[in-house]
């Protein structure tokens, strides 16, 4: 099993930057794939990145690709996600997941959530 924690979030101005963490326990954490999503109020949660069990192969949704960057430290079992050129439109609670799966984007197909870090982006 596996427990996640966010943290790193906060209010920024539009074109600001933010890295958020999230951190891991369970000796089997460097076995998961690791992805980061996003839920704006009335909307349904939505893919952010993910990077996958080693950290060699990263994916990222349409919307944040060249502004968000994904990475993970499995010796301090914490995966990462800087957040630069922010927008008001990337104002949510970001939520880290962990999952065997590789259809990294599907909500579904995640096993374990952490409990969410505001993110509000002014403009």
């Known amino acids: 099993q596996v427990q996640l924690v966010e943290s790193g979030g906060g209010l920024v101005q539009a074109g600001g930057s933010l890295r958020l963490s999230c951190a891991a326990s369970g000796r089997t954490f460097s076995s998961y794939a690791i992805g980061w999503f996003r839920q704006a109020p009335g909307k349904e949660r939505e893919f952010v990145a993910a990077i996958s069990w080693s950290g060699l192969r990263t994916y990222y949704a349409d919307s944040v690709k060249g502004r968000f960057t994904i990475s993970r430290d499995n010796a301090k079992n914490t995966v990462y996600l800087q957040m630069n050129s922010l927008k008001p439109d990337d104002t949510a609670v970001y939520y880290c997941?962990?999952?065997?799966?590789?259809?990294?984007?599907?909500?579904?197909?995640?096993?374990?959530w952490g409990q969410g870090t505001q993110v509000t982006v002014s403009s």
């Open positions: 997941a962990a999952t065997f799966s590789t259809l990294y984007a599907q909500v579904g197909q995640y096993n374990y």
